[in-house]
Nanobody, 110 residues
Framework: HVQLVESGGGSVQAGGSLTLSCAAS????????MGWYRQAPGKERELVSSITYGGTTTYADSVKGRFTISRENNRRLYLQMNTLKTEDTAVYYCVACGRFWGQGTQVTVS
């Protein structure tokens, strides 16, 4: 069983920064990709960024140049978010192996 716990969400003014963290515990899950999704009120969940075990990253067009994903092996995942916009307001979820999900952390940009 894998448990993912996000932290680092909060409220920030537009133009500000936040860093989200995700800590993985429980059974190891081998060489897995990890990523961040988000879901804004009334909208579908969307992939924000992903990173393979080898470090290859992807970003949604809406966050390119502003967000940076990084990881420490299979145990910690980060999302550095800069120049935040009101449209970044959402619940952010950490995902591993495409099937293990965290409980989410709220990011509110005003």
């Amino acid at each position: 069983h894998v448990q993912l716990v996000e932290s680092g969400g909060g409220s920030v003014q537009a133009g500000g920064s936040l860093t989200l963290s995700c800590a993985a515990s429980g059974s190891t899950f081998g060489i897995c990709g990890m990523g961040w999704y988000r879901q804004a009120p009334g909208k579908e969940r969307e992939l924000v960024s992903s990173i393979t075990y080898g470090g290859t990253t992807t970003y949604a067009d809406s966050v390119k140049g502003r967000f940076t994903i990084s990881r420490e092996n299979n145990r910690r995942l980060y999302l550095q978010m800069n120049t935040l916009k009101t449209e970044d307001t959402a619940v952010y979820y950490c995902v591993a192996c495409g099937r293990f999900w965290g409980q989410g952390t709220q990011v509110t940009v005003s």
